[in-house]
């Protein structure tokens, strides 16, 4: 079965901020660097686990666009700091796992059913992915409290980061989307 890594696959986490003075706070692309997702073609499966400690800030975001040298070095340092130790408290659960349990076909790919552990709890998750220029991708919704993670905030609650994160992922296509 392949197994994809950063070498060969992608996995960003998009944050989004909220708050009173959230007009001075960015919205932000963070990239997961350690991860391994292995994909059984045959049985339209997957396993994927990712390392909760390796999220990395790639830029902050303004309107959907990039904004280079929005952060300082510090505010990325924080940023990261934060994430591992205060939002997915990363040293007592180190891992984050989907497991599919099933899929079925959907326009333009398919539907992947699951479970992920995130934080310390499990959850189901479905997943549309769909086919695009010979790689497979999802983006995926998740509501921070479903988890038990309490979503970041500064200065006592006047910037927030919302409690729905999107999660992207693409891997290269090995197969056509299953047909039954």
Not at 68 to 76: C, H, M, Q, R, T
Not at 92 to 110: K, L, M, N, V
Request: glycine letters at 8%; a positive charge; hydrophobic letters at 45%.
């Amino acid at each position: 079965m392949p197994t994809f890594g950063p070498d060969m696959a992608t996995c960003e986490v998009l944050t989004f901020r909220e708050g009173l003075l959230s007009a001075a706070a960015h919205d932000l692309v963070l990239r997961v660097e350690a991860f391994a997702i292995e994909v059984d073609p045959a049985a339209v499966s997957v396993k994927a686990t990712f390392d909760a400690g390796s999220l990395r800030v790639v830029s902050a975001l303004r309107d959907g666009r990039p904004l280079p040298g929005a952060l300082s070095a510090a505010d990325v340092r924080d940023i990261e700091r934060a994430i591992r130790e205060k939002v997915l408290l990363a040293a007592r659960y180190p891992e984050i796992r989907f497991t599919s349990t099933g899929a079925a076909p959907r326009q333009g790919g398919y539907e992947l059913r699951g479970t992920l552990a995130l934080a310390g709890r499990s959850r189901p998750l479905v997943v549309a992915v769909r086919e695009a220029a010979g790689r497979l991708e999802a983006e995926v919704p998740l509501h921070q409290p479903d988890f038990g993670i309490r979503p970041y905030s500064a200065m006592l609650g006047a910037i927030r980061v919302k409690p729905d994160v999107r999660v992207r992922i693409s891997v290269p296509a090995l197969v056509s989307a299953p047909h039954g």
